[in-house]
């Protein structure tokens, strides 16, 4: 159980054009969510935190009109880069948070990596 | 605020060899703590997890001791393979519930190599 997944594995984009990533818990309704962005070789950097039905909280230096979060469901959140541009390019990871008991784990996509040319 | 602090890399270890990872956190309160491993070109998969003092977490023989006089939650292994090969994240959560995110670590990359 608590799986994850994401939509698309990989895309490449041209410079200009708008990208949706789509993220889904499978198997449990995810009370938040969670986007990262993952450059070379580093660690996660957190983008924004998104629940059911409210707006992203984004984290500072992170251009919400960018990246704009939409948490349409239980089950689903999507994240789309508007206007994408080559520095944009980067490996893009979910999480999805529900609650299993005491603990509100924490269950990961297996990512999203954007090229833009 | 809450941080971990993790033993930069990157680890090269020949197969069979003993592995650590050293993982120190600063937090409120009482915070879980989560070992993450990160596969080359993949997502992050949760390895093995602690919620209270003196907890051990273990998994695919990897384990880690929630350590609180020391804040510590050193993740060690007897015999790694070439297929532990991967970046392993420490993080953790100093709520048990509500929006707080994971707070990780930078990452060790391991490479294993026969």
């Known amino acids: 159980g608590a799986v994850v997944s994401q939509h698309p594995s990989r895309v490449i984009c041209k410079s200009g054009t708008s990208v949706k990533i789509e993220c889904r818990s499978l198997?449990?309704?995810?009370?938040?969510m969670f986007w990262y962005r993952q450059f070379p070789k580093q660690s996660l950097m957190l983008m924004a935190t998104?629940?059911?039905?409210?707006?992203?909280?984004?984290e500072q230096g992170v251009e919400k009109d960018k990246f704009l979060i939409n948490h349409a469901s239980l089950t689903l959140s999507t994240l789309t880069v508007t206007s994408a541009h080559p520095e944009d390019s980067s490996f893009y990871i979910c999480?999805?948070?529900?609650?299993?008991?005491?603990?509100?784990?924490?269950?990961f996509g297996p990512g999203t990596r954007l090229t833009v040319t | 605020g809450d941080s971990v602090t993790q033993m930069e890399g990157p680890v090269t270890l020949s197969e069979e060899a003993f592995l650590t990872i050293n993982c120190t956190y600063t937090a409120t309160g009482y915070p879980s703590l989560f070992w993450y491993v990160q596969y080359p070109g993949e997502g992050l998969q949760l390895l093995l997890k602690a919620t209270k003092a003196d907890d051990k977490g273990s998994n695919k023989g990897f384990e880690a001791t929630y350590r609180k006089e020391t804040t510590s939650f050193h993740l060690e292994k007897g015999s790694v393979q070439v297929s532990d090969s991967a970046v392993y994240f420490c993080?953790?959560?100093?709520?048990?519930?509500?929006?707080?995110?994971?707070?990780f670590g930078k990452g060790t990359r391991l490479s294993v190599i026969a």
């Open positions: 999480s999805a948070r529900g609650d299993f008991g005491r603990l509100y784990e924490q269950y």
């Open positions: 993080a953790l959560s100093s709520q048990s519930s509500g929006n707080t995110p994971l707070v």
């Open positions: 998104s629940n059911e039905g409210s707006k992203a909280t984004y």
């Open positions: 198997d449990f309704q995810a009370t938040t």
